[in-house]
C-alpha cells in the first residue's frame, strides 16, 4: 500500500500566486487532515474532513480553502499566497467507525513550500 | 484550551546511553495519548496510542508510560538509528473528528 500520497514534494511560489497541494489515501479511511508545521512549533491543524463533501475548520484555517469529493483526494487550496504561508504542509487520514473508536492518523511526507 | 507540553526540547545522548522523554497534558476527558516518531524530511511515524493511566507500551527499545498528567517516552540502550523527533499528542473524549493536539516534539540525537 501507497498509504497517504502528497504532492507535490517542493514548491516555490511568488507572493500572491494560487496552489493546490495534492494529498490521496488508498487505506479506505473517512477522516482526512491537513496540518502545517512550522520550526520548533508542532503540527497545527488546518482543516480535516470526516467524509466526502464534509469538512470543518481547525486552529489555522485562514488563507486555506479545502474540497472531499471522494474518500481518497483532499485537496488544499492556497489564494494569495502570503510569505506566512511558508511551511512544512502535511496530510494525514485515519478510520473511524463502529469498533474502531481511537484509530491512529497516518501521514504523508509532506509538501515544503517556500513563497518569496 | 488541551495543552501538551514536551521536555526537553533536544536532548544529545550517547549510545547505549538511557534516558527519558516527558509529554505533560491538559485535556478535560482524555481518549488517547499518541506518540509519534518523525525523521527529518518525513512525516510523523505512528509509535504508541496509551489510554488511561498506569498503561504501558513497548517496542524494541522504547517503552511509553501513562499517568494522569504527563507520558514517558523511554528510551534504553538508544542506538543512532533512534536519532528523531518524538512527538506527543492527544485526543479529547468530545471532540469532531477525532482530532489531535500535538506537543512541539523533543528532538533526540543519539551519538556513536
Redesign the interface.
Known amino acids: 500500500n501507497a498509504g ?1 500520497t502528497q504532492t507535490p514534494k517542493f514548491r516555490i511560489l511568488k507572493i500572491g500566486q494560487s496552489m493546490t497541494l495534492q494529498c490521496t489515501q488508498d487505506m479506505n479511511h473517512n ?1 482526512m ?1 491537513w496540518y502545517r508545521q512550522d520550526p ?6 488546518i482543516y ?3 467524509g466526502a463533501g464534509i469538512t ?1 475548520k ?1 486552529e489555522v484555517p485562514n488563507g486555506y480553502n479545502v474540497s472531499r469529493s471522494t474518500t481518497e483526494d483532499f485537496p488544499l487550496r492556497l489564494e494569495l499566497a502570503a510569505p506566512s504561508q511558508t511551511s512544512v504542509y ?1 496530510c ?1 487520514s ?1 478510520y ?1 467507525g463502529q469498533g474502531y473508536s ?9 509538501t515544503r513550500l517556500s513563497i518569496l | 484550551e488541551d495543552q ?1 507540553t514536551q521536555s526537553p ?1 533536544a536532548l544529545r545522548l550517547q549510545e547505549g546511553e538511557s534516558s527519558s522523554l516527558n509529554c505533560s497534558y491538559t485535556v478535560s476527558g482524555l ?2 495519548l ?1 506518540w ?1 516518531r518523525q525523521d527529518p ?6 509509535l504508541f ?1 496509551l ?1 488511561s493511566a498506569g498503561e504501558e507500551k513497548e517496542k524494541e527499545r522504547l517503552k511509553a508510560t501513562l499517568t494522569k498528567k504527563e507520558s514517558f517516552l523511554h528510551i534504553t540502550a538508544p542506538k543512532p538509528e533512534d536519532s528523531a523527533t518524538y ?1 506527543c ?1 492527544v ?1 479529547r473524549t468530545e471532540t ?5 493536539t ?4 523533543t528532538q533526540l540525537t543519539v551519538n556513536p
Request: proline share 4%; charged share 20%; glycine share 20%.
Open positions: 497517504v477522516y487532515y520548533g512549533m508542532g503540527l497545527k491543524l480535516y474532513s470526516v470543518d481547525g502535511f494525514a485515519s473511524a481511537n484509530q491512529p492518523q497516518h501521514f504523508g511526507d509532506g | 501538551v526540547e481518549r488517547g499518541f509519534y524530511g518525513k512525516g510523523p511515524e505512528f496510542t489510554y512527538l499528542a485526543r469532531s473528528g477525532s482530532r489531535l500535538f506537543g512541539e516534539g
